[in-house]
């Protein structure tokens, strides 16, 4: 049990630092992105840094690449 135990930790720490040693670069903003999100948002605390842009993709259409509009924008 405790040979498992140890096992299990072992692994999950070495799991731990391969995600902490990859060099993961922050996404990429769409441009004009930011600019519309920030002007459909009613609040800046609403704002949070993780959803104030859409990530720009070449495999995913983004909505504003395919309604040509971000989600939940007025109107």
Do not use: C, H
């Not at 990429?28 to 859409?54: C, K, M, N």
Request: proline share 12%; charged share 10%.
């Amino acid at each position: 049990m405790v040979r498992s135990l140890v096992l299990y930790l072992g692994i999950v720490q070495a799991l731990g630092l391969l995600a902490v040693s990859q060099n993961n670069a922050p996404d990429t903003p769409q441009p004009g992105s930011v600019e519309a999100i920030a002007s459909a948002t009613t609040d800046p605390r609403f704002l949070s840094p993780w959803v104030s842009y859409l990530p720009e993709s070449k495999t995913v259409p983004s909505p504003l690449t395919y309604l040509g509009r971000i989600t939940g924008a007025p109107g």
